[in-house]
């Protein structure tokens, strides 16, 4: 869409680039030991043991004081762990015992570390499994993430809303029964439809990271990526007639699914991702405004302000720097920024479909009778 808001397509595709990538935190020799120790005992604990440090989770150790075990059994058998019970949340959020064994000795590893800062400053906080040490409410990790994710979605959600008033409101031919002067409201709305899909896994990836969760923000990432190339083209192109869209989107259609389809049946390769989505952006940024310009668009500066203001939020996902209060790191903040580009971009959406129609109504009164 909006060069802008494709970028915004792209940095969903990048958001989890490292996910499952090594970091220093996880390469530390305590984090590894306290996991390690915690995946047989169902304790969080540091070696040397400090105050305060152990940590024993609920559900992840026998209650007869035996150990549960890792591999899904209880001391050989194959009884299953139940997971961590307590608090309430962590069960209701899919949490097992070893991802909060890792959450656990992460906490306790970055304590002990503000701690001796205390005497030896800096504290320097590290990426443990490519991500920050957020400070988890409610079994959210990137909590800061979730609720600008969900502003997002707000933001679509009402351009959506908005845009449908409008739609209704345009004229129409002066010939019965015909169509909206305005020829892509449909497009537009399905633009909303796969935006708000995309934020709402957005939203789910971020409350909890899993393959699974991955999977799907990246797949719905990328349809929306394809979708904004492809509404870029047949609205910049102008094409109205069925048969040149169809002709058009068949291409980008296939392209999309076969991407998605390798993606998720052959090799989840981050990397070709990157690229595939980057020249979908690239190709399509260039589109908006070059268009604007030659057809002299009324509402130009919105398609350069939301243009430039990806840009410029841009900086925030290169400049990647630990979370502030444990909850805002830059990628947060990226989504922090787009939300008032999102209502930008739908304002210019209603304007376009205001002149667009203003035109095509004084071209159809000029038509001779
Ligand atoms: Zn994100």
């Known amino acids: ?96 015992c070893l991802s909060e064994c890792k959450y656990q000795c992460m906490v306790r590893v970055e304590t ?41 979605l ?44 995309s934020w709402v896994w957005s939203i789910v990836f971020h409350s909890r990271s899993t393959t699974f969760t991955e999977r799907l923000d990246y797949v719905s990432a990328i349809i929306s990526v394809g979708y904004n190339f492809l509404i870029a083209l047949i609205r910049t192109l102008n094409f109205k007639q069925e048969a040149l869209r169809a002709m058009i989107s068949a291409p980008v259609i296939g392209f999309t699914s076969t991407h998605v389809l390798y993606m998720l049946f052959y090799d989840f390769d981050y990397g070709l991702n990157m690229k595939v989505c980057l020249v979908l952006a690239i190709l399509q940024t260039t589109f908006w405004p070059i268009w604007a310009i030659a057809v002299k668009h009324p509402a130009m500066g919105k398609i350069f302000f939301v243009d430039f203001g990806m840009l410029a939020a841009l900086g925030l996902e290169v400049f990647d720097f630990p979370p502030l209060f444990g909850l805002f790191d830059s990628h947060s903040l990226w989504h922090l920024a787009t939300v008032p580009l999102v209502s930008c971009w739908w304002s210019f959406v209603q304007d376009d479909a205001r002149w667009t129609s203003k035109v095509a109504a004084l071209n159809d009164a000029k038509k001779p009778l």
């Open 112 to 152: 002990r570390k503000k701690n001796e800062a205390q005497s030896h400053p800096p504290y320097r906080a590290e990426q443990y499994f490519g991500k920050w040490p957020f400070v988890r409410v409610l079994g959210i990790e990137e909590v800061a993430s979730v609720v600008f994710s969900i502003f997002n």
């Open 1 to 96: 869409m909006g060069g802008g808001v494709v970028v915004l397509g792209v940095m969903l595709c990048l958001s989890c680039l490292q996910l499952s990538a090594a970091s220093s935190g996880d390469r530390r020799l305590d984090f590894r030991q306290c996991v390690e120790n915690c995946e047989v005992t169902g304790c969080a604990v540091l070696w040397p043991p400090v105050e305060g440090g152990r940590h024993c989770i609920k559900g992840c150790v026998a209650e007869d004081g035996e150990n549960s075990g890792t591999a899904g059994t209880k001391n050989g058998s194959s009884a299953k762990w139940r997971g961590p019970t307590e608090p309430w949340y962590l069960p209701l959020t899919q949490w097992d």
């Open 154 to 197: 707000l933001a679509h959600a009402y351009g959506l809303w908005s845009f449908s008033k409008l739609a209704a409101t345009l004229p129409r031919s002066s010939s019965p029964g015909s169509p909206s002067l305005y020829g892509f409201i449909g497009l537009w709305k399905l633009f909303g439809v796969i935006s708000i899909n």
